[in-house]
């Protein structure tokens, strides 16, 4: 599988772009005046404690204030390091916090939408090898190193280098890029976290809440930290300047991808190479057309994304059964890919069309299986209930990429339908009617959009007329072009 970074950089924006194969399967946005703020370290204040939600609210300098949880709050007297099978119980938050109280927190989930940012006081500062979180003792190791002598070797090396430096107090965690490393590599990750993790102390002592303590790197520079991987053929970036800090990112850190990084001075836009510009323009769209003439539709919802199969135009060639089980086959690889496209995240529910046989449905949820396992996010899926759903969920720390894009559409107010121009006229006649009865006038002026009134000249003049009769006044109408089809004002004359 090849695969490719393509890096566009300018002065308002940075966007990311992962290509598998030719196809974009990842998107990432970071604006400059609304910056993603996940991995960033705050010392806060406490502004309410909420004991009927186990949870506090905490100024961290952001428009609107921050939400913990009791269960993301570290006990003063605990060293974060209780066994994982040990029974887990939710402190009562005034035992653990207290209005005014000033708070070393790190953000786990932007502000999206209504809600403010998540929070933690369990530390944790990553590398390109490790994440280090102070105040535990434990070594853990990501479970996507599936080789148990490599998962061994990489454990024991980070144990015995800690134990070598008893100064330093944290724990760590193992990530995937650190499969294969050398020991000099994981050893100049562990250094480097200690001169930061140090450098992060000494901020939190000198700084009055709220206030910044520590921000995650530019996006550039952490999709090289996070994303490239022996396998990525080329990281092409179209800006000098970034270019320039990105290699020497690398030559300190990942200098065995040195060759792998290089600027692109082309003068076609570089995220027009492979179509990636088409692609998010569709990843907008609630339809996803499929090769075999089927689609999907996915709608995003503030509880949920719904997303829904249908064979439109494929009729298959030997039966019905058939031609489903090839329908959904080909939507559990569309529906993996857009899920990280759109960066979809928290309660997923997909409707599979029905299938019958339940080998069908084995292949069918096996293939979504093994789809999700390149998916950068943690998932977690659940079989085919007896309503044929399959129940899904993404772990959700910044917005989709429809929220980064997009706002919600003043006219319909999100809803994404109107009033149709009927009902919009029934309405001004029970409002004109609503009116005689409590003012009186000698006419009413109803000032509507264009379509209204056309129906109301058109369609609706026999009421019209009716009506007029039955209050005994005449009514004009107005155009108002700047009115949306579902405003109207009746106006006493």
Do not use: W
Not at 252 to 260: N, T
Not at 318 to 345: C, D, H, M, V
Not at 395 to 417: M, N, W, Y
């Amino acid at each position: 599988m090849s695969e490719e970074i393509l890096i566009n950089v300018t002065p308002v924006e940075t966007r990311v772009a992962l290509v598998e194969n030719g196809m974009l399967q990842e998107a990432y946005i970071e604006r400059t005046s609304r910056k993603g703020i996940v991995g960033n370290i705050y010392k806060g204040k406490v502004v309410r404690v909420l004991p009927g939600m186990e949870a506090a609210f905490v100024d961290i300098g952001l428009e609107r204030a921050a939400f913990i949880h009791a269960s993301d709050v570290v006990p003063s007297q605990s060293n974060g390091d209780e066994p994982a099978d040990a029974p887990k119980t939710v402190p009562d938050i005034r035992s653990l916090l207290r209005e005014g109280q000033s708070l070393v927190v790190q953000v786990t989930k932007d502000p999206i939408g209504t809600k403010g940012a998540r929070l933690t006081t369990q530390l944790s500062i990553p590398s390109r090898y490790l994440v280090f979180m102070p105040g535990v003792s434990h070594v853990g190791i990501s479970q996507r190193i599936e080789d148990d002598n490599e998962r061994a070797r990489l454990k024991t090396l980070i144990e015995e280098a800690s134990a070598e430096d008893p100064d330093v107090q944290g724990g760590y965690i193992i990530r995937t890029a650190a499969e294969a490393a050398s020991p000099e590599d994981l050893i100049g990750d562990m250094i480097y976290l200690h001169r930061l993790s140090q450098s992060i102390h000494e901020r939190i002592s000198r700084v009055q809440a709220p206030a910044v303590v520590y921000q995650d790197l530019p996006l550039f520079i952490r999709t090289i930290r996070d994303l490239i991987r022996p396998q990525t053929e080329k990281v092409r970036i179209d800006s000098r300047e970034s270019h320039q800090r990105v290699m020497q990112f690398v030559d300190e850190f990942v200098s065995e991808f040195a060759d792998k990084v290089e600027y692109y001075p082309g003068e076609r836009p570089i995220f027009d190479l492979y179509s990636v510009e088409d692609e998010i323009q569709k990843a907008l769209s609630r339809k996803v057309q499929l090769k075999s003439g089927g689609y999907v539709i996915i709608d995003q919802t503030e509880a949920m994304t719904t997303i829904d199969i249908n064979t439109g135009a494929f009729v298959g060639h030997r039966n019905l059964e058939e031609t489903i089980f090839k329908t959904n086959l080909e939507a559990a690889r569309a529906i993996s890919r857009q899920l990280r496209l759109r960066n979809l995240g928290g309660i997923i529910i997909i409707d599979f069309i029905d299938m019958e046989d339940p080998e069908h449905q084995r292949q069918v949820h096996r293939m979504l299986e093994k789809m999700l396992e390149r998916d950068h996010a943690k998932t977690k899926i659940t079989g085919v209930s007896e309503l044929g759903l399959v129940e899904m969920t993404r772990k959700r720390t910044t917005e989709s990429l429809g929220q980064v894009l997009c706002e919600p559409c003043p006219i319909c107010d999100g809803r994404g339908f109107l009033k149709t121009s009927e009902t919009v006229c029934y309405e001004v006649f029970r409002e004109i009617l609503r009116v005689n009865r409590a003012y009186d006038a000698e006419s009413y002026l109803v000032m509507a959009s264009q379509s209204v009134v056309d129906r109301l000249l058109d369609e609706e003049s026999d009421n019209v007329a009716d009506l007029e009769t039955f209050i005994s006044k005449t009514i004009r109408f107005q155009v108002e072009p700047f009115y949306s089809q579902e405003q109207y004002d009746v106006v006493l004359l």
